[in-house]
């Protein structure tokens, strides 16, 4: 009897803990799907593109409060991705999807490399049907 409600009561947590989940979940498959190919396309260009070729991810509304100053466009010029590893998506009580990264940066002044950890926030745009990274370019010259 005390291991039937055991179960019972673990069956029950489990069931909570996934309809909680499934509730903070608030994007479709077809989203979380569109998400891995934006991310996918994203990480390439983080590593083969120029930071021209970045602009175009970046949600507009932050971009707008946060511009990019000619001297932060240089600095990205200075510099070469080597690697461009993220982490597994964990979706937000808001709607939007964070991740992680580890970058790989060499400066190609010096060819040192040194590695950055950046946390990237992505939103689901619904009026574009699309996914924006909204926290901005990587900050690559963060203290370690």
Request: glycine share 4%; proline share 4%; hydrophobic share 35%.
């Amino acid at each position: 009897m005390r291991r039937t409600i055991q179960i019972l009561l673990l069956a029950l947590l489990a069931l909570t803990s996934v309809s909680a989940f499934a509730g903070e979940q608030k994007t479709t498959k077809k989203q979380r799907k569109q998400l891995e190919e934006t991310q996918v396309k994203y990480d390439s260009t983080m590593r083969w593109g120029t930071v021209e070729d970045m602009l175009p991810y970046l949600d507009p509304a932050y971009a707008k409060e946060h511009p990019l100053t000619d001297l932060e466009l240089r600095r990205f010029e200075q510099v070469k991705i080597s690697s461009y590893r993220a982490g597994d998506n964990v979706p937000l009580p808001d709607g939007r999807v964070g991740r992680n990264a580890e970058v790989r940066v060499i400066n190609i002044n010096t060819q040192s490399e040194r590695s950055v950890r950046v946390k990237e926030i992505w939103r689901w745009d619904a009026e574009g049907k699309r996914w924006l990274q909204a926290s901005g370019l990587p900050d690559l010259w963060q203290e370690s």
